[in-house]
């Protein structure tokens, strides 16, 4: 994988909002004095007059982009996940969840990645908060092919929309000719059949990694990416469940609520099958640099292979 | 609408809020009740709609920021023709379109959702800067409480539109001085508050919010200010017009029994019948 071309998913949100503009002139950007940050910064040079920065204010740009949507644009408000999903929650879902608005979160810098600035600003608790939201789609996009599509999508679809972006190079993994972008379709990644890795974001690449090396010992695992946490893609997680029989979760946040629990919910009542799960254990990130972390918290190739060869014997 | 006209459907208004509550058994007749005037002058005489096209394209806004007082917002738009006003006892039963704070996608002629505290202003924010870049004429109005301006996020939505200098924004503040726990300034005093919004870059009108002269030449103010937001303080009485309510903070969110209700009731009628003598 160390050819591999690697991007920061944060990166590619800033590039397909400016690809994105053209397209649709509709479409607004609103920063909360972290638009060099986000990387929305290339919007707001592409396009001055439609990029708004409300200063360091996340819970008046949210209602601004309330009202904003009211009268015809489609907001992208953008700020670390910790203040558009956390410190924003209870504006996000009265300004825009209750009244269904099309206002698009864009929360860059998500989960332990952020690295060096620490706990205060990993936000492990996102995806959880969002996807309480009624209407509210939840996207956490795996690479910089995914992420660009996502946009677009989030874009095309009416409606609110949480997008997960990240901090850290991630490799591209989807850049092939085939490679399609539905919300709310998960993507098979490799066929297996002794255990089934669901993953989102950046351990995406990392359950790939973690099948290989369980291929060498001889444990098939079938590795799936859920880009959408919600609308969830549970006719893909039943069918492979039913297959494999052992379901292994990965995912850069809390295993309170995120992808973790999405999957539980949908097993428990459709395919009660044995689920473990990898992410967050209930506790706060710490300083260090991104990669130091996610082999520290598990969430690399390595990690997961380890915790899905004790899982499955 | 001539003054004395406008007095006469403030009192209507009044007794649609009093018939919402009472029919609801719950709600907030004091904030109503004070607003009742400044609702008024606003839907019959200010702002640039049509209720037979609630959603027309360059209509002036309307953001109930202080969203409690949805029967008043209830009450002028049923009067104004937005919806029957038979229907306001409706409110917020279960499968009423009049839901107990204001939702845009049930009630015809509500611009916003809104409800809680601090977050309408906002939005109204966004409308008028929305306006600014389509380089539309349409306004924005926005009404909080004075309880409500002790919610930071009013402090940084007006901010952003002193700086941004929208002059088709104005933030009417209902200084009926009472909030739940009791007098504004004895809770956690926002005063003063004329010269918190003159500091944030805004033209600030201090009134008499239930008085129309005082109304009027104060809209006509805020029209033709230009370069930034006004900010239009009216001094209220809370419950007005409901003898038993008026400046009763026991009367903020409750509803009248039957008896307290054919006393409302007589009040505004006693109204009403001094004002057809005029």
């Known amino acids: 994988m160390s050819e591999v071309k690697k991007i920061a998913t944060r990166e590619s949100y800033g590039n397909a909002l400016v690809e994105c503009g053209a397209d649709f002139p509709n479409l607004v950007v609103l920063d909360a004095d972290l638009a060099g940050a986000t990387k929305t910064g290339v919007f707001k040079k592409a396009y001055p007059d439609r990029h708004i920065d409300c200063g360091i204010a996340e819970c008046n740009m949210t209602g601004i982009a309330a009202g904003l949507s009211t009268c015809g644009k489609i907001p992208f408000i953008s700020s670390f996940a910790m203040f558009a999903a956390g410190r924003n929650f209870e504006q996000v879902r009265n300004s825009i969840g209750y009244p269904h608005l099309n206002v698009k979160i864009g929360g860059t810098h998500a989960g332990i990645t952020v690295g060096e600035d620490g706990a205060t600003h990993q936000c492990n608790e996102d995806v959880a908060l969002m996807r309480t939201i009624p209407g509210m789609t939840v996207i956490v996009p795996a690479d910089d092919v995914e992420a660009r599509a996502a946009v677009r999508a989030a874009i095309e679809k009416e409606g609110p929309v949480y997008l997960r972006f990240g901090r850290a190079a991630v490799p591209v993994i989807n850049d092939r000719p085939d490679y399609k972008f539905e919300i709310g379709k998960g993507v098979l990644l490799k066929e297996g059949s002794d255990v089934t890795i669901v993953a989102s974001g950046i351990t995406v690449a990392s359950a790939l990694e973690a099948a290989e090396m369980l291929a060498a010992d001889g444990i098939s695992a079938e590795v799936i990416n859920i880009h959408t946490i919600k609308p969830l893609d549970k006719e893909l997680i039943i069918a492979s469940a039913k297959k494999t029989g052992k379901v292994v979760t990965a995912e850069e946040h809390s295993v309170i609520g995120g992808l973790g629990s999405a999957v539980c919910d949908c097993l428990s009542e459709s395919q009660p099958t044995r689920v473990m799960k990898i992410g967050m254990q209930d506790v706060f990130g710490e300083s260090g640099t991104a990669a130091a972390l996610v082999e520290k918290y598990g969430l690399d190739g390595k990690g997961i292979y380890a915790k899905v060869k004790e899982f499955v014997s | ?278």
């Open chain 2, 1 to 278: 609408m001539n003054k004395l006209e406008l007095q006469k459907t403030a009192n209507e208004v009044r007794k649609g809020i009093v018939t919402a509550v009472h029919g609801a058994k719950a709600g907030h007749p004091g904030g109503s009740l004070s607003a009742a005037d400044i609702f008024t002058y606003l839907y019959f005489e200010e702002m640039n709609i049509d209720p037979k096209n609630p959603k027309m394209e360059n209509r002036d806004r309307f953001v109930l920021s202080k969203g409690h007082t949805a029967p008043g917002l209830y009450s002028v738009l049923a009067n104004r023709g937005y919806f029957p006003v038979e229907d306001l006892p409706t409110l917020r039963h279960l499968g009423s379109y009049l839901q107990g704070h204001p939702c845009m996608q049930e009630t015809p002629g509500v611009d916003m959702s809104s409800g809680s505290l601090g977050q309408g202003i906002s939005a109204a924010v966004g409308m008028a800067l929305a306006g600014k870049m389509d380089d539309k004429d349409y306004r924005v109005y926005t009404l909080l409480g004075d309880g409500e301006i002790q919610e930071g996020q009013v402090w940084e939505a007006s901010m952003f539109a002193g700086h941004r200098k929208l002059d088709n924004l104005v933030v009417i503040v209902d200084n009926n001085g009472l909030q739940i726990d009791g007098k504004i300034d004895d809770v956690c005093s926002p005063y003063p508050i004329d010269k918190k919004f003159e500091a944030f870059n805004f033209h600030v009108i201090n009134i008499d919010g239930n008085d129309f002269d005082q109304l009027e030449a104060a809209f006509k103010e805020a029209r033709n200010t230009k370069g930034m937001p006004t900010a239009i303080i009216c001094k209220t009485l809370k419950g007005k017009g409901v003898s038993f309510m008026e400046g009763n903070v026991g009367w903020h969110g409750k509803a009248p029994n039957d008896e307290e209700y054919a006393v409302a009731m007589a009040d505004l009628e006693k109204v009403g019948e001094a004002l057809c003598q005029k």
